[in-house]
């Protein structure tokens, strides 16, 4: 197997797929993470948090800021490698948060919040899920109701990634009484507010108690007559259409961040079964594991040329969301089952926090459900395969 200048394993030549800046950029990750990211992760999850301190690195690197598809599903690869709930991080501040502000923000609200953004400086989150309402936001019931200049926020919300570190929140509410949703329903009326952190009436909390993504900021946040000026609405956002727009470029990267996991896991059942020794032969040698470790091997190299064919679709301006839910089911399922596979190949110790493939294999549970459910994604699938919708049947 040829060697990357870091010294990795290169599955079938896959840095030959890259250009030379590509391969300089993703090495400059690569050290960065091995350096300053890896040695904090256990601890973090064994206390639930994220290692913040790690944040102005990321910036540095410059991954709050625009990077090419491909240099952008690199890093993605590189930090979950890591963990995560580290891409998730940078996922949800640049792409859903960033995102969101330079699509359908205005001028004065990019000036006002990205430049800091792209330093680290202010962390942002999107707040879409609520208790109620997860694979259908188009029936969300947060409301934002017109108060004199601004807006007064209303309901709970769940899930979002980042919330209690956020400087800033992106919160998608269905806005009544007032006349630009007048006679729109359902997803319709759907819009979307900046809110800053220390707003009265913003409470975000913590969610703890949990098996999965432990080193992620996961936030319930409750709105109790929050009030935002009008000055903090975004007014390009037309509907939850908006909403989707920016979670499939945060989909994207989870294309390539999950055969990241799925790597980390292959990498360590391979170099364990070389040096655990069973019946008195290393369990490499033994045929039900070298047929694991072909399996994984094959798994993480489609993965990685989804990943890279979705990236070249996408520089070239011709990746549909269906390809972006293609990769996301694919990737995501493959990468389960190597973390899986890998784990069993460690035995015993597969359990303990000082091997990588239970915490991939966690976190990956929740990547099974979020940006969209495996089964959401499959009836996305099976919508543009066949031209009939089976949301609701
Ligand atoms: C760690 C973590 C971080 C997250 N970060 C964010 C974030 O930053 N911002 C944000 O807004 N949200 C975030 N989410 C929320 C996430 O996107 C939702 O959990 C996801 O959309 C699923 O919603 P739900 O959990 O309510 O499950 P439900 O929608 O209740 O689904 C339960 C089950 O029913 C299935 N189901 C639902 N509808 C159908 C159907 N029509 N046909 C067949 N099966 C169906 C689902 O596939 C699933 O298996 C996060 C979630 C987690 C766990």
Redesign the pocket.
């Known amino acids: 197997m040829a060697k990357t200048a870091s010294e990795r394993p290169d599955y079938s030549h896959f840095d030959d797929l890259l250009t030379p800046d590509e391969r300089a950029f993703r090495d400059r990750v690569r050290e960065f993470v091995n350096a300053r990211v890896l040695p904090r992760i256990a601890g973090c999850w064994e206390d639930g948090t994220f290692p913040m301190e790690v944040v102005p690195g990321l910036a540095e690197l410059g991954l709050f800021g625009h990077l090419p598809p491909v240099h952008e599903g690199l890093a993605s690869f590189e930090l979950e490698r890591a963990d995560a709930g580290i891409r ?1 991080l940078v996922s ?1 501040h640049a792409h ?1 948060a960033q995102g969101t502000i330079q699509e359908f923000g205005t001028q004065e609200q990019r000036e006002r919040f990205l430049p800091r953004m792209g330093r680290g400086e202010l962390i942002g ?13 188009g029936a969300l019931e947060v409301t934002a109701r017109p108060v004199p200049g601004g807006y007064r926020l209303d309901g709970h ?7 209690t570190a956020a400087g800033v929140t992106i919160v ?1 509410a269905r806005l009544v009484d007032h006349p630009d949703v007048q006679g729109a329903t359902g997803a319709r009326a759907i819009r979307a507010f900046l809110v800053e952190a220390g707003t009265p009436g913003f409470t975000p909390r913590a ?1 703890d108690r ?1 098996l ?2 432990r080193v ?1 900021a ?1 936030s319930e946040i409750f709105f109790d007559g929050c009030v935002v000026p009008e000055a903090n609405r975004l007014p390009g956002v037309t509907g939850l259409g908006s909403a989707l727009k920016c979670l499939n470029e945060a989909r994207y990267g989870i294309v390539w961040g999950v055969a990241g996991a799925a790597t980390a896991s292959f990498e360590e059942a391979l170099s364990y079964s070389r040096v655990r020794e069973q019946f008195g032969r290393p369990i490499a040698a033994f045929q039900l594991t070298q047929s694991k470790l072909a399996s994984m091997y094959g798994a993480v190299v489609q993965s990685m040329l989804l990943a890279l064919h979705l990236g070249r679709l996408k520089q070239r301006d011709a990746l549909h969301h269906t390809d972006v839910s293609l990769g996301k089911l694919v990737n995501v399922r493959h990468a389960l089952d190597v973390a899986r596979t890998a784990r069993t190949v460690l035995g015993g110790i597969g359990i303990l926090d000082t091997s990588v493939s239970l915490r991939h294999a966690a976190n990956l549970e ?1 990547e099974l ?8 994604h ?2 996305i699938l099976g919508r543009h395969l066949t031209g009939l919708d ?4």
């Open positions: 998730s949800v859903l989150a999107f707040s879409l899920t609520e208790p109620a309402h997860g694979s259908d936001p919300k769940r899930w979002a990634t980042n919330g998608w969610i949990k999965s993504f992620s996961s929740t459900t979020y940006e969209g459910t495996d089964e959401v499959q009836l089976a949301f609701r049947g």
